[in-house]
């Protein structure tokens, strides 16, 4: 059995593996796609890429329930050894014991204590040298060594978290496009509550964009770097967890449109023959590589192995950001949102032909109102999605949920 390595990276817009020269010319003989994301944010998104359920099927009071079967579980059965290196994502704990070894830069054993002068010094410093707080090459050390000692065959899922807020893309990367005003952008972008065209000055607004544009680019020297320690016959899975939204006056991940819910996806596949021609749903990831292994779903999932005849895919986002809930389906022509209040009042219908208009300037939900899409998504969206992701937040986690945001 071949070796399997997952790599997803935190807020991978599907446009941005086109300014990856690097990655493109190191990784020159994976399969390029994309990947339709059921979720703009990575504690919706990872039920689907690791246990095939969309989050309200995977979790209960803030776990995963008993009855959630993952990959990761379900691979160990096959006689893989499992291993998880996360570059701290306190929303990912929830995956740790799935994982015969789990890493999440201290996050899931939460031995560091929360300490405000610590926190704010530590902050400082990364702020000034434009540091990130967990690189992804500590990442890849770790799956690295980990990797490297097991004599079985080994599942990796690496989590990575260069395009995520906040921007820091090193003091080179922020100095070529202006220093202080990075820093003055990092200090407004962090210190607004809602990240809106309105709430963000627009010196802000440019300068965000261009910071997560050179942490591509930062992103773009580390994997090429890690690529030639991959096991040759390993297949491996290279995708965004989510993208992030500068385009349609947000600036963050809540909202359904494709800059958030459309996401690159590489691919060197070494099981049984697959084509990756038209995008694969995040939902059916798993099942594509149980059935490339001839073994057989479990009954828990809900997606299905990849075939090219692309099934609609369904998106929620919980009042987290901004106080409004958004459902979608994104089918291979259209994509219907639906923007309710938080007790469920719709408030706005917007619907896109995302073949002839990718970049969802034109609303035609006046003119061509698809109403079988809408009356389908209104019936899915009328169920109960809303979870609660994080059973025990501690002091620790909460920090670093702030530091990432989320407040
Ligand atoms: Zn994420």
């Known amino acids: 059995m071949n070796d399997i390595i997952i790599i997803t990276v935190d807020c991978w817009r599907h446009d941005a593996i086109s300014k990856m020269p690097k990655v493109l010319d190191s990784l020159e003989d994976f399969q390029k796609s994309k990947a339709v994301c059921h979720s703009p944010y990575t504690a919706g998104v990872f039920p689907t890429l690791l246990a095939s359920n969309h989050a309200w099927e995977a979790f209960e009071d803030g776990e995963l329930s008993d009855s959630t079967f993952s990959l990761p579980g379900k691979l160990s059965k096959l006689g893989y050894s499992t291993g998880g290196f996360v570059a701290g994502n306190p929303f990912l704990n929830a ?73 820091h893309p090193g003091l080179r990367r922020a100095r070529d496009i202006g220093l202080v005003g990075s820093y003055y952008a990092n200090l407004d972008y962090k210190f607004t509550e809602y990240q809106t065209a309105q709430s963000l000055t627009k010196f802000t607004q440019r300068r965000v964009e261009q910071l997560y544009w050179e942490c591509i680019e930062l992103l773009d020297d580390k994997i090429s770097t890690f690529v030639d320690k991959i096991p040759e016959n390993a297949t491996v899975l290279l995708l965004g967890d989510h993208g992030e939204e500068f385009d349609h006056g947000v600036y963050g991940h809540a909202r359904l449109y494709d800059e958030t819910v ?40 809900s997606g299905k192995s990849y075939s090219s005849d692309f ?11 901004g106080g409004y809930i958004y459902a979608g389906i994104r089918t291979d022509q259209f994509k219907i949102i639906r923007t309710f209040d938080r007790d469920m009042e719709p408030l706005d219908l917007e ?27 209104d019936n899915w969206a009328s169920e109960e999605h809303n979870v609660d992701f994080i059973s025990k937040k501690n002091d620790y986690v909460q920090d670093r949920l702030e530091a990432l945001g989320y407040k």
Not at 311 to 321: E, F, K, L, R
Not at 360 to 370: L, V, Y
């Open 95 to 167: 995956w740790a014991d799935e994982f015969d070894t789990f890493w999440n830069a201290g996050y899931f054993t939460g031995r560091v204590k929360s300490n405000k002068v610590k926190k704010t010094v530590e902050y400082l410093y990364r702020l000034l040298f434009q540091r990130q707080e967990v690189p992804a090459e500590k990442v890849f050390r770790k799956a690295n060594n980990w990797w490297t000692n097991q004599t079985s065959p080994t599942f990796t899922w690496i989590h990575l978290m260069e395009p995520h807020s906040p921007y």
């Open 262 to 301: 459309l996401v690159p996806f590489l691919s060197r596949w070494t099981l049984s023959e697959r084509d990756f021609g038209e995008p694969l749903r995040q939902l059916d990831l798993a099942p594509t590589i149980v059935n490339g292994l001839d073994s057989s779903l479990p009954e828990s999932w």
């Open 311 to 321: 099934t609609p895919a369904y998106m929620w986002s919980a009042p987290d950001v």
């Open 351 to 377: 619907i896109y032909d995302i073949k002839s208009d990718p970049n969802e300037s034109d609303d035609i939900s006046q003119s061509n109102p698809r109403q079988s899409l809408v009356n389908a998504l």
